[in-house]
Each structure stands twice: as structure tokens, then as C-alpha cells.
């Protein structure tokens, strides 16, 4: 069964997966030593030689999220440990990491999160289809269909998973497809930002460590791009380990698990998490020990290689030049027969879709710059003006403004080029052209700002001048984005060539020259020997003999107008020297300047960390539409479920029922209990009063229905209640109008004895007051004894409500929601009929009721 399969991991797996990570790391760490002082030689001699890419004209922004946060708002979580669904208040740092807390409350408070998530190695999915096709891949011939009895059955129609393929998957869910769409954004800009490698600024480490990676995996037999080549470095080698345990602990747990497709499944993904913590947990102490072992020998290391620099460089050349020797005919050929056919179909591959999105970044800012002056112009001043540029400076984060930008470049696909070349999938070219198309962004609207603020200081100007200002500022940025996009996609055109080709071309020359490249290490004197390694002079070589076609390629391609490229002998050289004196200022505070900084900022969030001062949120608040924000605590605060009871509340919760329950004051709104109720806050509930016969009972189904304005909506949910009501008999109505007077004739008197003609055409109050008798009449007339009321509540979103345990069969207790989980209530079927004469709540057949017409009913006869 599936107990013994966890007992078996818990007993014999451990130790097993203790070994196998310390073989891994271990052997991970030989290799990362080695590079580490091939890695601080690099370090060094361009410290000392100098050199670097093309100076950019914008301007770059060190810190840009700085006393920022991404998002926030509240989303239904699923629970494992009860298989319950629970609101959450889900607030997303600068950091880009998602914690989720108790409430809203707990989170301004700064107490500690229920839970934080890093995205590293995630995926954000929609929809049950995509993440259900995912996991019948973690086990061999299991694979599960939509609406199988899934073991996660979602409460809304609009979910938000993150999948991982080792660690926990982690489930959410939102009311509106408004909300799924922006969540949806946020969550993959959160894989984006945590995928996109290791910090740049590690000067040594960081190419020591991806050098030392690459060079691993290609010893396993493994070329090409790696997809799980994102997060810290601990996660990666975690990656590393279960790249190779994950498969052996699928082929001997697999066949052990007993149950249902859906256990199975389950089981599995509970094993696959509990071992991948184990994995990550050593591996962090692991990696930590051994960069603290580097460190020891960095300053000897640096002593020996400021001193004897050139020494070490000429014996390097000396190596190259031998291996060069031997290897580039090999290469050429392999070149001109494999590789460069090919080139111009991959460029284009990679050209097209991506620079269609750097054209929407261009089109998004310009956008954005419009929409500020045509509001400057329809009046507002500075003061309007620093609002907007509150909202635009942090426009290159906001995820659902550059989703457009995002999904452009998405449209990559290397389809038939990935298998020839190894490639295992474009994720990693498209993720990094997003990161460098939102980085391109920031730099535009930094450098706009300072321009911007630069005219504006210290002048008084009316809205024309104001536009005139920013017409100026906004052709100066554009001009120089175009440089630099330009710059930027050749950059990354020539990387992404070299990370197809070069793991290509060295999984077909590596098996050739294996035995011949350790002879060339005698070569090398043994006091440099640490810092020139053959294997890396060998990939330097094979990657010089591609280097000059690749280049040739990208220039061909400049060309072109469609790419929108500049050609390389377009330099722009110190085209506004000011500017860069600009860009050690720091950034402008629009509401403290030019609004007085009193006001809060839209969207200002407390807590999160130790500063007191209040976080501005990059992403606006979520409001459905035409309607204001709900009184419960964020964008669209979920309400709670005080009925579901987490780990160490049960007790508490237990107790607490036997306490008398505190009646709250009328002016504090009470927290809704379920899904449903939060709909009754925002969608229309309708209730319709209809008199009932047997042929009434058999339509009371799912439909349409017209409301007081004359407009029809969907109904989704009825519910019928039957009470008794007493008719009044015409002769009780004729007597009642005999006693009190007709109003007709009372009226008609009144203006007789005013000495008033009487006239056809009545004031209103009198007109009314005719046709409420004549209603009257007809009422009694129509209606007999016994008859039924049918009270429809309409609701658009019944379907969604959780399960109340002790609510009432007919409704009332719950404000006319049914809880979802009661099966026999179905949507599109007709409700029962309650038997409200008795004591107690029974279903009454509808070929039950009865209609009897009494002798003197002659009106309804005839109708």
C-alpha cells in the first residue's frame, strides 16, 4: 500500500539519499575548486586590461524596487493537510518571493508568514487540463483525465497553480477571470525574476559556479541549455542531485504504490517533496562549506596572479596556440558543414518574435507618455503631472502592463532546431529576453524622469508648456532607446547563437580529442597549472573558430529595416555628456517634491519588513467593475472560513463553541462564511414573488429572468420555499370598499363639492389609488386557500459556495445559498418543494398540490 511505500521512504531512503547527495555535490565540488581559480584569473586580468561593451545612452537604475512591493491581495489556498480551501492575504516583496498570511491584519502587523514560496523552477498554470497533462509525466503509465475525481477539486472556475517538477505544487484560486488574469501575471513575473540566474555582480563565484555546473553535467553526457539552471545556487544543486535521484526513486517507489490513479499521484508528490527538502537542506550547508573553503585561498591566489600576470598569460597563449593547432580543422569542418546552413534560420527564429517585443516596449512607454499629456493638458499642473509619474516610474515592473510586451516574445519557437541542436526547450532564450526587455524599460523611464524633472525645476508652467516639455524629454528617450535596444538584441542575438551552437559543436569534437588534450597539460608550467585548465582552453578554442560566422550573421541581419537594428558602424559616443552627471542623482520623489508628500500613496501597503515607513505597491488594487472596493481588507479580500480548522485549531476551536458567541455591533460588517456570500456582496440576488400551480412547479429551472428594468439575467440557482397566505374573498373586498368608500367616488365628490367639474383625466394620487382597488379585486378573484408563494433567489455565482455544515434545507439560515457540496443539488435541476404547514422542513411532490376552484371563481374561468 501507499503507507508502506512513505514508511519504506522513511526507513530505508534516507541514508540512500544522504549518499547519493553527498557523491553529487562532491563531486560537483572537485570541479567548482578547480574553477574558482580559473574564475579569479578572468577577474583579474580584465580588472587590470580593462575593456567592456559599448556605454549605454540611457540611464541605469541601481536599486529600481526600493521601499516598493510587487502586489498584494487576498486568494483562496488549498490546504493538503485537511484538503480544505482557505483564504489567504498573499503579499508579493521586492524580492519577488510570495508569502501568504492569516489575514491582512497579521501581515501589516509583521507577524510571521504562514508560508513563503520561492518560484524558482516553477510554472504558473490556469487551468486543471495544463497541470494534470504535467504530473501524469511524474509516473510511468499514470495518467489521470480531467474530472476523473481529481484529487484537487478547484472551488472557482478560475485557478492559479504553481508546478514544480521536485518540490511542493502549490494551489490558489480567484472569483473573477479579471483577478486570474492579473494574479496570473504577477505569479509569472515571480518565476521570470527568480529565473533569471545568478547575480552578475559575484565577479568570481558566479562564473565559477555556472562554469563548474556546465562542465559537470557535460561529463554526465549532458550538452545544451538546462531549464533547471534557475534560483540560488543551493537550488540549482538540488536540481543537479534530483536530475539523477529522482528517476531511480521513481522506478523503485512506482511499482510499490497502491490505490487509485488520484493516490497513486498524490503519494508520489508527497515522496518526490519530502525528498527534495532533505536534498535542499544538505546542499545548502554543502555549497556554503565549500565556498568558504575558496575564499581561505583567494588572497594567496591573488597575491600569485597580480605578481606573475604576464607569465601566466603567455604560457596560456602558448597552450592555445597547440590546441588551435589540432583542433580548428576539425572544427572548420564541422563548421561549414553543420552549423552554418543553418545560422540564418536560427537567427531569424530568434530575431523575429524578439524584436517585436522590444517594438512593444518602445510602444508602451510611448503610450504611457500620451496618456500624460493629454491629461497635463486638460488641466492639473505639476501637481497632476507628479501623479502620473508616480504610477509611470514604475511601469517596466508592473507585470500586467508589460504582459503585451511579454506574450511577443513568448511566440519563440525553435521547432526543428531543438533536437538537432540539443536544445531542450526555448524557455530560457525567452525568459531572458523578457529580463532584458523589462531592464531596457526601467532605464527609459528612469532617464525620462530625470530629464523630465531637469526642465522642470525651479520654472513655473501652464499645461501647454507642460506638454511642450514633455514632447521633448519623451523624443530625446526614444531616440536613445532605439540605440540601446539595438545594442541590446545583437548582444543577445551572438549569446544565444553561442548557447545552441558551441554545446553542439562540443558534443561532436569532445569524443575525438579526449585522449589527446591531457598531454597538453605538461605544457603548462605547475605553478599556473591552477589557473589554466586544458578543458577550458579547449572550449575557448572551438568557441573562437564559430565567433567570426556568428558575428558575420548578426550583421547581415542588421541590415535588414524589419528587424529595426543599427548597423555597427552607427557608434553613438558622448551624445549628451550631461546626462550621465544625471544618473548619480537620486531618484526622483514625485510625491514629496511636486505634491507636497503628504497624501498616501495609491495602493501603500504597511509591514513586510523592518522599516516603518509604508511600502508603495507596483500593482494597483483589484475592484471588480462598477463597483467599489469590498469592506473586508484588500484588492478583493477573500473572507474567512472560521468553520475550517488548521493544525493546532481544533481544540481552540472546540472550545470556543461551547463559549457564548459576542453579538457584534451593527456598524462593523460582519465576515462572510463562505465563496457564496461573497458573491451576495457582488452579484445581484432578485426576489421574485409568484403564485404556484403544478404546471409552475415542473419550470422552476435554470434560465432568465426580468428584473425590475426590463432586463433579463441568467438564473443559476432557485430556490423554492412554499408558505401559506390568505385570500381575501370578493365579497370581503366589495364590504371592505362599501365601509371605507370607493376612492373613485371619494375623489370624484371632492371635486364636486369644490364646486370643481369632474374630468376624465385624474391627478396621479387618485389614478393610483383606482387601479391599487381594481388590482385588489382581481387579486382576490385569481387567488384561492392554500395557495403557494415561490420565492426565487437569484445568483450568479450559487455554484461556488462551500459546504455550511448545519445549514438549513430550505435556505433561510444562509441568505438562500446552497452549499456546493450537497450532490443532489445540481444546477439546471428544479428544487424541491418544502412543506411549510409542518413542523418540520419535508419535500412535497409537486404532483402533490392541489388547485381548487371555488363555485364563485367565475373570473378565473374565464380567463
Known amino acids: ?118 518560484c524558482a523552477g516553477y510554472k504558473a498554470l490556469t487551468s486543471m487540463e495544463e497541470y494534470l497533462e504535467l504530473i501524469s509525466t511524474s509516473l510511468p503509465g499514470i495518467k489521470a483525465k480531467v474530472g476523473s475525481g481529481q484529487f484537487v477539486k478547484c472551488a472557482t472556475q478560475f485557478p492559479l497553480i504553481l508546478w514544480h517538477p521536485y518540490a511542493r505544487h502549490h494551489y490558489f484560486c480567484v472569483l473573477t477571470e479579471k483577478e486570474q488574469k492579473k494574479w496570473h501575471a504577477v505569479l ?5 525574476h527568480s529565473n533569471n540566474g545568478l547575480s552578475e555582480e559575484c565577479r568570481v563565484q558566479t562564473p565559477a559556479f555556472t562554469d563548474a555546473m556546465r562542465l559537470h553535467r557535460q561529463a554526465q553526457g549532458h550538452y545544451g541549455t538546462w531549464d533547471m539552471m534557475c534560483g540560488g545556487p543551493p537550488q540549482i544543486l538540488a536540481n543537479l542531485v534530483m536530475e539523477t535521484l529522482h528517476p531511480e526513486l521513481r522506478n523503485l517507489i512506482g511499482p510499490r504504490l497502491k490505490g487509485k490513479i488520484q493516490q497513486r499521484q498524490r503519494n508520489w508528490m508527497l515522496i518526490s517533496e519530502a525528498v527534495y527538502k532533505q536534498v535542499l537542506s544538505q546542499t545548502q550547508a554543502q555549497y556554503e562549506a565549500l565556498v568558504q573553503a575558496c575564499e581561505v585561498q583567494t588572497s594567496r591566489l591573488d597575491t600569485v596572479l597580480r605578481t606573475d600576470m604576464d607569465q601566466i598569460i603567455t604560457s596560456k597563449e602558448h597552450v ?30 530568434l530575431m523575429e518574435p524578439t524584436s ?26 505639476k501637481d497632476k503631472l507628479a501623479e502620473h509619474m508616480e504610477k509611470i516610474s514604475m511601469l517596466a515592473f508592473h507585470p500586467v502592463k508589460m504582459q503585451s510586451c511579454y506574450e511577443k516574445v513568448e511566440q519563440l519557437n525553435l521547432e526543428g532546431l531543438q533536437q538537432r541542436f540539443d536544445v531542450s526547450s526555448p524557455s530560457v532564450f525567452i525568459q531572458r529576453a523578457q529580463i532584458l526587455m523589462r531592464e531596457q524599460m526601467d532605464n527609459a523611464v528612469y532617464t525620462f524622469e530625470h530629464l523630465l524633472h531637469q526642465s522642470l525645476e525651479g520654472k513655473v508652467q501652464g499645461g501647454e508648456d507642460l506638454c511642450k516639455t514633455i514632447h521633448c524629454c519623451q523624443d530625446r528617450v526614444l531616440k536613445k532607446y532605439d540605440y540601446d535596444s539595438s545594442t541590446v538584441r545583437k548582444k543577445f542575438f551572438k549569446e544565444a547563437l553561442l548557447q545552441i551552437i558551441i554545446p553542439y559543436m562540443l558534443k561532436q569534437l569532445s569524443p575525438s ?102 511600502r508603495r505597491q507596483v500593482v494597483s488594487m483589484i475592484q471588480l467593475d462598477e463597483m467599489g472596493p469590498l469592506p473586508y481588507e484588500s484588492c478583493l479580500e477573500v473572507p474567512g472560513v472560521d468553520f475550517i480548522p488548521e493544525e493546532g485549531e481544533i481544540e481552540e476551536v472546540e472550545v470556543k463553541a461551547q463559549e457564548p458567541k459576542e453579538q457584534k ?21 432578485v426576489e421574485m414573488m409568484v403564485s404556484a400551480s403544478e404546471e409552475d412547479f415542473a419550470v422552476l429551472t435554470n434560465g432568465t429572468g426580468t428584473l425590475k428594468d426590463g432586463k433579463e439575467e441568467e438564473v443559476t440557482l432557485i430556490t423554492t420555499v412554499v408558505e401559506e397566505m390568505h385570500r381575501k374573498s370578493p365579497q370581503e373586498v366589495n364590504e371592505q370598499l362599501v365601509e371605507t368608500g370607493s376612492p373613485y367616488q371619494e375623489a370624484e365628490g371632492g371635486l364636486q363639492e369644490k364646486g370643481e367639474p369632474a374630468i376624465e383625466g385624474k391627478g396621479e394620487e387618485d389614478e393610483a389609488a383606482i387601479k391599487n382597488a381594481i388590482q385588489e379585486i382581481e387579486i382576490a378573484v385569481q387567488e384561492e386557500d392554500g395557495e403557494r408563494i415561490t420565492e426565487c433567489v437569484v445568483d450568479s455565482d450559487a455554484e461556488l459556495a462551500p459546504p455550511l455544515v ?36 419535508t419535500v412535497v411532490d409537486p404532483g402533490e398540490v392541489v388547485v381548487v376552484l371555488e363555485p364563485g371563481d367565475t373570473a378565473l374561468h374565464n380567463e
Open 513 to 614: 580529442f579526449h585522449l589527446d588534450l591531457p598531454r597538453f597539460q605538461e605544457l603548462i608550467f605547475e605553478d599556473f597549472s591552477q589557473f589554466i585548465l586544458v578543458e577550458n582552453v579547449f572550449e575557448e578554442v572551438v568557441l573562437q573558430s564559430v565567433t567570426k560566422d556568428i558575428m558575420m550573421a548578426v550583421k547581415d541581419a542588421a541590415v535588414q529595416k524589419k528587424h529595426n537594428l543599427y548597423r555597427d558602424s552607427m557608434i553613438l559616443t558622448n551624445s549628451d555628456p550631461n546626462l550621465h552627471l544625471l544618473g548619480e542623482n537620486p531618484s526622483v520623489d514625485w510625491a514629496t517634491q511636486f505634491r507636497g508628500g503628504n497624501e498616501e500613496p495609491e495602493g501603500a501597503l504597511g509591514g513586510g519588513g523592518q522599516s516603518s515607513r509604508r
Open 188 to 192: 509569472q513575473d515571480c518565476v521570470r
Open 320 to 349: 592555445s596556440g597547440k590546441i588551435r593547432a589540432l583542433v580548428l580543422p576539425r572544427a572548420g569542418q564541422l563548421l561549414r558543414g553543420s552549423v552554418q546552413p543553418f545560422l540564418s534560420s536560427i537567427l531569424e527564429a
Open 356 to 381: 517585436r517585443g522590444f517594438s512593444e516596449v518602445r510602444d508602451v512607454f510611448f503610450r504611457e507618455l500620451v496618456e500624460v499629456s493629454k491629461n497635463t493638458l486638460n488641466g492639473g499642473g
Open 1 to 118: 500500500s501507499s503507507t508502506v511505500s512513505l514508511l519504506y521512504l522513511s526507513e530505508s531512503s534516507p541514508p540512500f539519499v544522504t549518499t547519493r547527495t553527498r557523491q553529487v555535490t562532491g563531486e560537483f565540488g572537485h570541479v567548482y575548486e578547480q574553477q574558482y581559480a580559473v574564475a579569479l584569473f578572468n577577474s583579474v586580468r580584465f580588472e587590470i586590461e580593462g575593456g567592456g561593451a559599448p556605454q549605454s545612452q540611457l540611464l541605469h537604475r541601481k536599486n529600481p524596487l526600493e521601499d516598493r512591493s510587487i502586489f498584494s491581495g487576498g486568494l483562496f489556498q488549498y490546504l493538503e493537510e485537511n484538503k480544505r480551501w482557505r483564504n489567504r492575504f498573499v503579499f508579493v516583496a521586492d524580492t519577488y518571493n510570495i508569502s501568504f498570511y492569516e489575514n491582512k491584519m497579521a501581515h501589516e502587523r509583521s507577524l510571521r508568514p504562514k508560508g513563503t514560496i520561492n
Open 806 to 841: 448545519d445549514s438549513s434545507p430550505s435556505g433561510h439560515d444562509d441568505g438562500g445559498f446552497q452549499p456546493p457540496t450537497n450532490e443532489a443539488l445540481n444546477e439546471g435541476k428544479a428544487q424541491p418543494i418544502l412543506d411549510a404547514l409542518k413542523t418540520e422542513d
Open 665 to 685: 455591533t451593527p456598524t462593523e460588517p460582519d465576515s462572510p462564511d463562505s465563496v457564496q456570500e461573497i458573491c451576495y456582496h457582488s452579484k445581484p440576488v
